[in-house]
């Protein structure tokens, strides 16, 4: 079975802290993606990567960056963290290729920023 | 709009009913994926699809590429079936990108 891991189940930062959010799967997938949830909006794109050291921004790349050194590990980083990034971040991989493939999440991180 | 609508929100039920949640949308897509969110986050791929039918125990998913409509059936439902289920869409340009619904609350009481 595919294993996406996130570092963190709950975290709680202050404002303007520097977050950084790990994740790491272990099936050799080229894909890997960050979301954020939130009540009323749903998953929401904020960056992915099609191999390392590539990545393309989401829907919602704004106050993130993100970095991919290594294959199989896919880092979320707030830059100064603020309020209105308190959500729930969820990590996903999957393998590359033409024909459509199921995506592994990970269990998640619940973020609180003060 | 939303490029992906379900429908209901919420829904609460007994134990033993049949459940029919549905999903509606508007672009084109390669696929449409069918996922369950428990109360602790993590989220369970259930179903992709792209044509047809599927099922896979007490759950089936069906697809109509015409219509751009899915629904995702539980029969003889159970508590344990209660959790978040939540539609998402393959776009046809985007690789494995997908864009997704914001959910259905479902509850099944004993």
């Known amino acids: 079975d595919v294993k996406v891991t996130q570092s963190s189940r709950y975290l709680v930062k202050r404002t303007g802290e520097k977050v950084f959010l790990e994740c790491v799967q272990d099936?050799?997938?080229?894909?890997m993606f960050w979301y954020r949830q939130d009540p009323g909006l749903g998953l929401r794109l904020i960056y992915f990567?099609?191999?390392?050291?590539?990545?393309e921004k989401g829907d919602i790349p704004e106050g993130y960056s993100v970095s991919r050194e290594k294959k199989e590990r896919f880092s979320l980083i707030l830059e100064s963290a603020s309020t209105n990034q308190t959500s729930m971040y969820l990590c996903?991989?999957?393998?590359?290729?033409?024909?459509?493939?199921?995506?592994?999440f990970g269990d998640g991180t619940r973020l609180s920023i003060l | 709009k939303n490029e992906v609508e379900q429908s209901p929100q919420n829904l609460t039920a007994q134990e033993g009913e049949f459940i029919t949640i549905n999903c509606s949308y508007s672009?084109?897509?390669?696929?449409l994926h069918w996922l369950q969110q428990h109360p602790g986050g993590g989220i369970v791929s259930l179903f992709m699809?792209?044509?047809g039918k599927k099922k896979h125990g007490r759950l089936i998913a069906t697809i109509n590429i015409q219509e751009k409509h899915s629904s995702l059936h539980i029969t003889a439902s159970h508590p344990r079936d209660s959790a978040v289920y939540i539609c998402?869409?393959?776009?046809?340009?985007?690789?494995?990108?997908?864009?997704f619904g914001q959910g259905t609350r479902l509850t099944i009481n004993p």
């Open positions: 996903a991989s999957t393998a590359a290729g033409f024909r459509n493939q199921p995506q592994h």
């Open positions: 099936m050799d997938h080229e894909n």
């Open positions: 990567s099609y191999d390392v050291k590539m990545k």
């Open positions: 672009v084109g897509i390669s696929a």
């Open positions: 699809l792209s044509s």
């Open positions: 998402a869409v393959q776009l046809l340009q985007g690789a494995q990108k997908l864009v």
